[in-house]
């Protein structure tokens, strides 16, 4: 399918829904929230305009020194398309206790690279939920099929979460005939660094991935494997996301419905993407097209991305991924600062096209599962925002994706 690369319009277009879909809410903000909201200190902010206008000087001496400095202070420096940013460098792998905690995938022994030895890999993220936690253990306990590999990601876990994890825990019992393996992170990472972080250790070639909100209450995973047994298929699991309608238009994320349109002739239509409360993948797409992306600090939109991206598979040569602007990420716009929707003909008519491979499908079935009760779409915090905007950059200008 060709489709032009407009970065505008995709983005102006999502934007354009009844506000009542996205009002604001209140909430408290978790201790594991890995960045402040307030950005990079003030400090490091006076650096960065600084390189700015070296590098507008062409003072590319003074610019690098800056740089230096900058990453000195445990802070990474990304230049693109004439504007710098900073983020927070990732955290150094450390020993304590007698065992190494993570910083970053990277640092993890990798089962990747190994041929797949089990049926299946869950990978969890335990930060601060031990009783939720708890709870998805004991049910894939009694109803994993045999052979599961469970691996746990402790991410700078509270006490509480600790408490709940040492060797002799009933939580650390096997599961499927083998007993899970526990990695600690030595900082509070963000869920897809984390997230990562278990990849790296999956043996199994299926994959679930399980933010704990769903739990098994019978065999839940074996009818994933003969849907992921369709080459055609990407992305399959227990909860699915629907475009509002059929219509050729770019991808919008706020669109997304938990419940699909039923057609004319009373077919349901295939997810556009699939919930994380239970999702699964193939070991060999991982490797292929992972990473997930480590700007996730919390899950939200994280499910949507990951659907979307093992569904548009190998991206064409030259096709340019774009980055949200500052004012997207500012996270504080009211529903007044939303953008009009320019005219699609002007945005299109300066842009080149590009080929894209026929998508994979997404696939949700009725399985044996137990849900609390989660709102949909995620609220309007500003990393959940973030994140929104960074599934929209990515994906917004696909026609072909809804």
């Not at 390189?51 to 230049?79: C, F, L, M, P």
């Not at 939200?300 to 991206?315: F, P």
Request: net charge negative.
């Amino acid at each position: 399918m060709r489709i032009g690369s407009g970065t505008g319009l995709a983005r102006n277009l999502a934007l354009c829904l009844p506000r009542a879909s996205y009002r604001r809410t209140a909430i408290l903000p978790l201790v594991s929230d890995q960045t402040s909201p307030a950005g990079p200190p003030a400090e490091i902010s006076h650096l960065v305009r600084e390189r700015v206008e070296a590098r507008t000087r062409h003072d590319w001496t003074r610019a690098d020194a800056i740089k230096a400095q900058i990453e000195a202070a445990g802070w990474r420096v990304v230049d693109r398309r004439g504007r710098s940013s900073v983020s927070q460098a990732a955290p150094a792998s450390v020993e304590a206790d007698g065992e190494i905690r993570y910083g970053t995938a990277a640092g993890v022994p990798s089962l990747l690279h190994e041929p797949a030895t089990t049926a299946w890999t869950v990978a969890i993220v335990a930060s601060e939920t031990p009783d939720r936690v708890s709870r998805l253990l004991t049910a894939l306990r009694t109803h994993a099929p045999a052979g599961t590999q469970v691996v746990i990601v402790a991410n700078d876990p509270s006490d509480a979460q600790v408490a709940a994890l040492p060797p002799d825990a009933e939580d650390r019992a096997p599961i499927g005939g083998l007993a899970p393996e526990l990695l600690r992170t030595s900082a509070r990472l963000g869920y897809a660094a984390a997230l990562n972080i278990a990849l790296h250790r999956a043996s199994g070639e299926l994959v679930l991935t399980t933010d704990g909100t769903a739990w098994p209450a019978g065999d839940a995973i074996s009818p994933l494997a003969a849907a992921l047994s369709d080459p055609a298929v990407a992305v399959a699991g227990g909860f699915g996301l629907y475009a509002a309608d059929a219509r050729e238009e770019p991808f919008r994320p706020q669109a997304l419905n938990r419940e699909p349109e039923t057609a004319e002739d009373g077919a349901l239509p295939a997810p556009t993407a699939v919930e994380g409360a239970w999702l699964a993948f193939r070991r060999s797409d991982y490797i292929e097209l992972g990473p997930l992306d480590e700007h996730f600090v919390t899950n939200s939109w994280l499910d949507v991305w990951w659907s979307l991206r093992l569904r548009a598979g190998t991206e064409p040569e030259g096709w340019e991924v774009t980055e949200p602007s500052e004012a997207d990420l500012a996270g504080d716009a009211t529903d007044a600062d939303e953008p009009a929707a320019p005219s699609p003909v002007d945005e299109a008519a300066a842009q080149p096209d590009f080929e894209f491979p026929e998508p994979r499908t997404a696939v949700r079935l009725d399985l044996p599962l137990e849900r609390e009760v989660v709102g949909w779409p995620p609220d309007r915090s500003r990393l959940n925002r973030r994140n929104m905007y960074r599934v929209l950059d990515r994906f917004g200008r696909r026609m072909d994706l809804g």
